[in-house]
Antibody
Framework: EVQLLESGGGLVQPGGSLRLSCAASGFTFSGSAMTWVRQAPGKGLESVSSISGGGETAYYADSVKGRFTNSRDNSKNTLYLQMNSLRAEDTAVYYC??????????WGQGTLVTVSS | EIVMTQSPGTLSVSPGERATLSCRASQSVSSKLAWYQQKPGQAPRLLIYGASTRATGIPARFSGSGSGAEFTLTISSLQSEDFAVYYCQQYNNWPRTFGQGTKVEIK
């Protein structure tokens, strides 16, 4: 059974940093592209960043480019999202998803990031 | 960036009736189109990929059609568990953009 478990969310001040983690199990992690998707409260879905199975290639939404870094440790079956220079508009539930390889086949339950002073 | 537009914003349907949801892309995405269902407080769930292929475990009452820039999700006979928000997503180009969602509510 595929499981994706996000952690690391919480309350952070504007300009602060946070690192999200996603522990994956039930599939060959190193062979799977992974994508972070976020959803602001009461809003729709936004693709934040995708990363290839080996971690060589990553794509970012313009809204986070230069501030967020998507990475993975295939030896630990874990995906990361380092978020710097956080803004109020980054407040959202962040979902870790397994891409297959482009549509989003499995989703974690999400972790809430709140950026507020 | 490809803009995905869903219509209607809200669809009021009685249980047992048919629901038809539309999704339009600002340019062709071939058949690189997926549909997701999201219930309150839950993560989205993949329903359809490749515009018309049901994901594992998805009931046959869900069907997708279309190609290019016009797509449709049909729910043939709405069950109580189908009342939710539905999103389309193109995965032909990065960024993978979503529509704004269609809420299917009980009439």
């Amino acid at each position: 059974e595929v499981q994706l478990l996000e952690s690391g969310g919480g309350l952070v001040q504007p300009g602060g940093s946070l690192r999200l983690s996603c522990a994956a199990s039930g599939f060959t992690f190193s062979g799977s592209a992974m994508t972070w998707v976020r959803q602001a409260p009461g809003k729709g879905l936004e693709s934040v960043s995708s990363i290839s199975g080996g971690g060589e290639t990553a794509y970012y939404a313009d809204s986070v480019k230069g501030r967020f870094t998507n990475s993975r440790d295939n030896s630990k079956n874990t995906l990361y999202l380092q978020m710097n220079s956080l803004r109020a508009e980054d407040t959202a539930v962040y979902y870790c998803t397994k891409a297959a390889p482009y549509y989003l086949e499995y989703w974690g339950q999400g972790t809430l990031v709140t950026v507020s002073s | 960036e490809i803009v995905m537009t869903q219509s209607p914003g809200t669809l009021s349907v009685s249980p047992g009736e048919r629901a038809t949801l539309s999704c339009r892309a600002s340019q062709s995405v071939s058949s690189k189109l997926a549909w997701y269902q999201q219930k309150p407080g839950q993560a989205p769930r993949l329903l359809i990929y490749g515009a018309s292929t049901r994901a594992t475990g998805i009931p046959a009452r869900f069907s997708g059609s279309g190609s290019g820039a016009e797509f449709t999700l049909t729910i043939s006979s709405l069950q109580s568990e189908d009342f939710a928000v539905y999103y389309c997503q193109q995965y032909n180009n990065w960024p993978r953009t979503f529509g704004q969602g269609t809420k299917v509510e009980i009439k």
